[in-house]
């Protein structure tokens, strides 16, 4: 288990990353009430909640008295889990979660990227071994939509369309926004996918020196999640199957709807 990472999409995003018996509290705050996320709304309690993270998942507490709060698994049909006001500790099974507060507004909320969910070794007998457990190198969900976001990364070279471009973050967004379920994508979302990939899924890290400005960051970061990928055979042809059907090629090469010239 590698930790949660919690991610709050704002200007600036806020991101934290939490180990096993760490904790984050959030809400407005206050000088008596410090806390790790802070919610500018004045429907949302000075000290709203608190995320704590166990050894294998992590749990939600409602400090309001009033207001329950939502856990809904955005790579589910619609599925969700209520926590009434005032219950500490309630487990939470989805790997990715968002958390909504109920506001006067359309309500506000955070992302909590959960620990990697642990299974038995297909190789061992059934209810496991004595001993040290095996883990998963690398344990990514083929359902998720950070998946998607990394096989959208890899798309040109599996395609054998470039040696070297990497799709940027708008293109990915563009690329994805074709398919029904993530018509409504945006380019801070796939930016959180993207780092969850990096620091908690794959556990790469951009290469030190050159560009220091945050773009030129983020493009050695892409560059090395396609690296690790491609070089353990984490996404391959197969997998394109899951992106939308591109859009056809007009004259001159000239790919409509895209971001391809020739």
């Not at 190198?137 to 990497?166: G, I, K, M, Q």
């Not at 620091?199 to 290469?207: D, F, G, T, W, Y």
Request: aromatic share 6%.
């Amino acid at each position: 288990m590698s930790g949660v990472l919690i991610h709050l999409p704002q200007e600036p995003a806020v991101t934290v990353r939490l180990g096993p018996g760490e904790s984050a509290r959030f809400g407005r705050g206050s000088g008596t009430a410090p806390v790790d996320l802070r919610l500018d709304d004045p429907a949302v309690s000075r000290l709203a909640g608190e995320v704590r993270v166990r050894d294998d998942h992590w749990l939600l507490s409602n400090f309001s008295a009033t207001q329950s709060y939502l856990v809904e698994n955005p790579e589910g049909a619609g599925e969700y889990l209520r926590v009434p006001p005032r219950r500490v500790g309630a487990p939470v099974p989805f790997e990715f979660a968002r958390i909504v507060l109920p506001t006067r507004g359309t309500g506000v909320s955070f992302q909590v990227f959960a620990p990697d969910h642990v299974y038995l070794d297909p190789d061992g007998p059934e209810g496991g071994v004595r001993g040290t457990q095996t883990l998963t190198a690398y344990s990514l969900d083929e359902t998720a939509t950070y998946f998607l976001v990394l096989v959208a990364l890899c798309e040109p070279r599996l395609r054998d369309e470039s040696a070297l471009a990497v799709p940027t973050t708008p293109e990915i967004v563009e690329r994805l926004r074709a398919h029904p379920r993530y018509a409504q994508l945006t380019a801070r979302a796939v930016s959180a996918h993207i780092d969850y990939l990096a620091e908690e899924k794959l556990r790469v890290h951009a290469p030190a020196g050159g560009e220091a400005a945050r773009g030129g960051r983020r493009n050695g970061k892409r560059e090395a999640l396609v690296a690790v990928a491609l070089r353990f055979g984490l996404v391959g042809e197969g997998h394109l199957r899951h992106l939308p059907a591109r859009a056809p090629a007009g004259p001159c090469g000239v790919r409509v709807g895209g971001a391809v010239h020739r």
